[in-house]
């Protein structure tokens, strides 16, 4: 007598596991889909941003404008620590990047998303110089966008020293102070050259919220900060340990002590 045949193939999935499978399939696919439309509408809405900018004033006439400020101080007048200081605090890739560091950006934006809200911008010194002379200081996408697109025409307008220079001359440190002659004069009374290695890394630290950390506004916030610019220039070679202890060691002579 024959066998009936065995009809039962154990080898495909039940039929609700297949559905299951098909709908994950396909909401995966409807939510990439909409990542990269969300892209794009962003991107494109950046890039007109920055488009305008462009338009209405040129990396030429951004350096024009910040030469021609009261107490523009030229990089080669202007203290190793303090220059040392700023880029290991505000961008320590900034001579190896072109403009733009996705190492950082995606670093900032995982700890932005960890914590719920803006905590890190991941921002380069390019691009603080774009959003600081040719955008608002809103925090928006397409913003963000506009200024890696105008960070990048910096890059290949000057070299890495004249950013750093316009950089230095541009940035805000409260009470008024915009760049680093002028805040040299407000704080310490003093030019720019002649700041030693304790106030070249407490100016290097103010402009990161001028409010909170400025000298004259909370000194213990402000030498907390500098804490910070010192090890991140041990931890990026700048100065050795040794280093950092002797020029914090002379916070008694602080004029803010």
């Known amino acids: 007598m024959r066998r009936a045949a065995y009809t039962n193939d154990i080898s495909k999935p039940p039929i609700v596991l297949r559905v299951l499978g098909s709908i994950v399939k396909w909401t995966l696919i409807a939510l990439l889909a909409g990542l990269v439309a969300a892209a794009a509408y962003f991107v494109v809405r950046g890039y007109a941003l920055y488009n305008n900018a462009a338009q209405e004033k040129s990396v030429a006439d951004m350096v024009t404008d910040i030469e021609s400020r009261a107490g523009f101080t030229p990089l080669e007048e202007l203290p190793e620590t303090y220059l040392a200081a700023v880029v290991s605090v505000e961008d320590h890739r900034f001579y190896q990047h072109p403009g733009f560091d996705a190492l950082a950006t995606s670093r900032a934006l995982f700890n932005d998303l960890r914590a719920g809200a803006i905590v890190e911008g991941g921002s ?9 002379e040719f955008f608002s200081q809103e925090q928006v996408v397409e913003r963000k966008i506009a200024e890696v697109f105008m960070a990048f025409d910096i890059e290949r307008a000057l070299d890495k020293d004249r950013i750093l220079e316009l950089y230095v001359n541009s940035i805000y440190f409260g009470e008024g102070l915009y760049g680093i002659g002028p805040a ?36 213990d916030l402000a030498c907390q900060r500098q804490q910070q610019v010192l090890e991140q220039m041990v931890k990026y070679h700048a100065i050795t340990q040794e280093d950092a202890n002797a020029i914090a060691a002379q916070a008694n002579e602080s004029p803010w002590a």
């Open 184 to 219: 040299c004069q407000g704080y310490l009374g003093k030019a720019p050259g002649t700041m030693n290695d304790w106030e070249s890394t407490m100016l290097a630290g103010t402009p990161n919220a001028p409010s909170v950390y400025a000298p004259t506004v909370n000194y």
């Open 124 to 132: 380069t010194i390019t691009q603080q110089l774009a959003k600081n």
